[in-house]
């Protein structure tokens, strides 16, 4: 063995297996793994420090080409007169992932995503417009309605020639993507759902003022909702629930709630507030493309979020068979606290569901 009996005692309970060359007198590197210097003799160090620096430079070399292949680019394409920003990663020769994000943020709430699964994985994520970087209309002169956001992000599809995509879905994402769904199903390889509704059981006490604002749009109904506009609030959707609020960056609710203080913004806001209201009575018929079609889904749910309680998630078991389900002790947006462990199920997912899929057809 190299070096002494302790150092032997030291590698055994790690697995590590070092070998000992019969002429040389080497320290040979076993599996690829190289022993801690500190457990080696002064006279092991002289054959392995030029192998070490061999494998140091090997690795730097490995990890520049995987920093390079894992960038997320920053993008703006015009659609109907509109400038919406979207963010990019990995090769578009892969299959696609559309990931539309939710209130009150932007494509930024998946810029650590990004990079996690570029490597296999084509992904791309807009802005609506009137979040993020997007342009922002005032509401006068642009139709504020998931309907319209739904119009966009599928002639944005279009015009990055997406023919073919898995949905990952978030929030205001959810009413969003289940449209694009419902009218081009043969486009959908698959869903990634991550608190995004589509229940009347996901509906709790939180929506008590809004149902009030959709029954009637008058201004001491809106009242109450403007509370959800403010830094106080934004702040909230990002810490409640969560486990360690101190691995939550600040960047967050900040950077959200400066787009959201700019001139017009939250008019807009209120309009969407009020569109929500059109999204369940959709509920039926998104529930049918679940049933008739059977997309591949995969469910990574914050089960403390009290926008959307994991009370929403579970009625997904009714009308899905190929269903991959997990709740996460987190809050409303999950990938801030549980990023890493969302990224492997997403990936683990994937690769399963979506290289080998054909294309979806109704069941019979």
């Known amino acids: 063995m190299c070096g002494d ?22 320290c040979q590197v076993i599996d690829g793994v190289l022993p801690p210097w500190r457990s080696l003799t002064t006279n092991h160090l002289q054959y392995l420090r030029p192998l070490h620096f061999g494998f140091s430079v090997a690795r730097r070399h490995a990890m520049a080409k995987q920093k390079q292949r894992m960038a997320v680019t920053h993008k703006t394409v015009n659609i109907d007169g509109l400038d919406i920003f979207y963010r990019e990663a990995g090769s578009p020769a892969n299959p696609t992932v559309l ?6 943020t932007s494509s930024q709430m998946f810029r650590n995503l990004m990079p996690e699964l570029a490597n296999g994985y084509h992904l791309v994520a807009p802005d609506y417009p009137g979040f993020g970087e997007s342009s922002s209309p005032p509401v006068h002169q642009f139709e504020y309605t998931f309907d319209n956001l739904a119009n966009v992000v599928e002639k ?17 994402g959810a009413p969003v993507g289940y449209r694009l769904a419902v009218r081009n199903p043969e486009r959908v390889q698959a869903l990634i759902v991550q608190n995004g509704n589509a229940y009347e059981e996901g509906l709790r006490d939180f929506w008590i003022p809004f149902r009030a604002y959709w029954k009637d749009r008058s201004e001491q109904n809106a009242e109450p ?5 403010t830094y106080e609030a934004t702040k909230s959707q990002y810490t409640s629930g969560v486990r360690n609020v101190e691995v939550i960056s ?5 950077a959200d709630q400066y787009r959201m203080d700019r001139p017009g913004n939250k008019e807009i806001q209120l ?5 929500y209201g059109s999204n369940p009575p959709l509920y039926r018929e998104w529930q049918a493309y679940f049933r008739n079609y059977q997309p591949p889904t995969l469910i990574v749910w914050g089960k403390n979020d009290p926008i959307f309680p994991a009370e ?53």
């Open 5 to 26: 009996a302790t150092a032997r005692e030291r590698y055994q309970p790690t697995g590590v297996r070092i070998g000992l060359g019969a002429q040389a007198k080497k």
């Open 99 to 104: 990931l539309l994000h939710g209130f009150p």
């Open 156 to 172: 944005f599809t279009q015009a990055l020639k997406l023919e073919r995509y898995s949905l990952y879905v978030m929030d205001y």
């Open 225 to 229: 909702l403007k509370n959800f506009l």
């Open 250 to 254: 600040p960047d967050t609710w900040t």
């Open 271 to 275: 309009q969407l507030f009020y569109s």
């Open 312 to 364: 929403g998630a579970e009625p997904y078991k009714r009308d899905l068979k190929n269903l991959e389900f997990h709740l996460l002790d987190t809050g409303h947006f999950a990938l801030e606290e549980d990023g890493g462990e969302i990224a492997r199920y997403i990936k683990n997912f994937l690769d399963k569901q979506v290289k080998k899929s054909a294309r979806l057809s109704p069941a019979a």
